[in-house]
Structures are given as structure tokens and as C-alpha cells.
DNA sequence: TCCCTATTTTTGCATTATCCAAACATTAGG
DNA sequence: CCTAATGTTTGGATAATGCAAAAATAGGGA
């Protein structure tokens, strides 16, 4: 029961000091992104030029959030808008040079962070801790059928 | 390394999916609270009267943001600030009757709502959950000295 | 008592994330 | 063609959070 409680509590705390220790970091590494973002941008670094469908779906936001990301991204120079040949109401959202070069210094940077924030944890805790936050993700999404 | 990355990630998407689940069950139960103006709530119920420094210690979050949360539970007329009579700085935040009245329903609800979210997942393994979200957040507490 | 500093909270201002509903452009099916 | 569906944008709203400065009060010396 107390442990049950502690669950809604801790993911809000934890979700908003990494979000907070995130956009500290980044700052002092002179990365202009919040952990949002980042999301967006390591998802095209990883998968290349998709529609603002995939990546809502990937990172899972709505998409009125994702067309902010990509606003706020094409702003700043990072990605582009690209009208889908085949279905013009489509756009594909394509790395911009200065999105591309971002991305090896980007990637190091996010991978410490997450080192430091797991240190001392075992793999094995660590497995199961994505595997409850992957199940509790599912039984959400269950319980809105 | 895989295993890292999947952490930021689901312990954001875990966390929205948490806050809008509890927005809708509480919207569809007439509760008229926040995620975040229900850890206040919940903190008032389980340790009564207290300064909104020690609800921001306790929710971990900063004063600003406690101010705005108080203000809003204010004005939902749940809560009332009572300047403390040994030191006029201090603000005790005290539950109004209405902010009593709701507390066993909505405790029900809450544990309810938590209860669906964790169906399928062994106590043991919530026990590790917990135990990890604990070590994050220390360990990010850590990286700031 | 008076001054300086520390403490508790508020204010003002800004950004960001999120939501909803409606609008828009385009495509696809009958 | 026309209608329905799809992908995206817009407008309008609330909420969380951050920062810096201000306001009110307390407390410790000189």
C-alpha cells in the first residue's frame, strides 16, 4: 500500500529532476534543446527523415505537442519541413546540416548523463525497471479501451 | 546501452501518460484536482497542518511552484494559508472543511487508479521499481554539489 | 534600539508542455 | 465528382516550471 503510493509520487519527481538536470547539462555543454526535444531529434539521428505521425507515435505525444517540437526545432535551424511528393499533405521532417552536426557531441552528452543518473544500479534492477515502466505504460493504455 | 536510453525516455512518457490517466479518471469521478495539486492535497491529508516550505521539501518541488499550487487549491476554496502566530513570514496551510470532506473518496480513487496501473506486476518487482526511482533521484541529487 | 543579514513567501515575467476543437489542404473511395 | 478520412496547423486555454526581484518579518550583534 505504501509502496503502491510511492509509485505516482516518484516517477512525477524523478521525471522532473531528470527533465530539470537535462536542461542544466545541456546548457553547460552549450546545447540548445529541452529534453522534448532531444526526444525528436534522437529519433530522426536514429531512424533518418520521418512524418510528424512517426515520431508522435514514437516518442508518444499528440501530435498538436509534435508540431510545436518542430516548430521550435525549425527555428532554431535544426530541421526542415519537407512537403511528401506522394501525398502533399505530408510532411517529412528532415535533419538540417546543423542538426546532423549536433548529433555525435548530442548523443555522448545524453549517454553520461543517463550513466551518472544509473550509477550504482544493477543491470539486472535496471532491466526490471524498464520492464515495469513499459508494463505500467501497457496497463494505462489498456485501462482507456 | 540500449537499456539507458530507454530509460529517459519511458520515465517521461510513463510520467504523461500517468498525469493525463489521473486528469481523466478524476475529471470522470468529480474531482476537481491536478496531479501535481493532488500531491499537496494527499501531503495536507496524511500530515495536517504545515508551511508551504515543508509541503515543497516533502513534493519536491520548488517554492514557486508550491506558491502556485496553494493559490490554486485556495481558490478552489480546499485550502486556506494561516499566517503562523510565532512567526508572520510562515504561512500554515490548513485544509478547509470542503478540502477534508473530499479526502476519503478521493484517497480511494487515487489508490484505485494506482492499484490498475501496477495489475500484473510482481510486489518484488515493485519493490526493485521503487528502490531504482529512489537511486536516480539521489544520485541526481548528488551530481549537483 | 538600530542595522545587517537571513528566511519565507509573493510577484512579474517568460518558456514550455499539454489539451481541445475547429480549420485547412489533400487524398482516396464510391 | 462528392464525401469521408487523413495529416497538419491554428487559436485559445490551463498548467508546470524557472528566474530574479521585491516584500515582510525575524534574529543577532554592536
Redesign the interface.
Known amino acids: 500500500?505504501m509502496?503502491?503510493?510511492?509509485?505516482?509520487?516518484?516517477?512525477?519527481?524523478?521525471?522532473?529532476?531528470?527533465?530539470k538536470?537535462?536542461a542544466s547539462v545541456f546548457k553547460s555543454e552549450g546545447i540548445n534543446l529541452t529534453?522534448?526535444q532531444f526526444?525528436v531529434m534522437d529519433t530522426l539521428w536514429n531512424q533518418g527523415e520521418m512524418t510528424q505521425q512517426s515520431i508522435a507515435y514514437i516518442?508518444?505525444?499528440d501530435k498538436n505537442s509534435v508540431t510545436q517540437f518542430i516548430d521550435n526545432l525549425e527555428k532554431k535551424g535544426l530541421v526542415n519541413r519537407v512537403v511528401d511528393s506522394s501525398d502533399r499533405r505530408v510532411n517529412n521532417i528532415r535533419l538540417s546540416k546543423a542538426g546532423m552536426a549536433m548529433k555525435d557531441n548530442t548523443k555522448n552528452v545524453?549517454?553520461d548523463?543517463?550513466?551518472?543518473?544509473?550509477?550504482?544500479?544493477s543491470?539486472e534492477?535496471?532491466?526490471?525497471?524498464?520492464?515495469?515502466?513499459?508494463?505500467?505504460?501497457d496497463?494505462?493504455?489498456k485501462?482507456k479501451e
Open positions: 500500500m509502496l503502491i503510493k510511492q509509485v505516482g509520487v516518484m516517477v512525477n519527481i524523478l521525471n522532473c529532476k531528470l527533465k538536470h537535462i529534453a522534448e526526444l516518442i508518444q505525444k545524453a549517454i548523463i543517463l550513466n551518472d543518473i544509473v550509477e550504482g544500479i543491470e534492477d535496471l532491466k526490471t525497471f524498464v520492464k515495469v515502466l513499459n508494463k505500467a505504460c496497463n494505462i493504455e485501462l
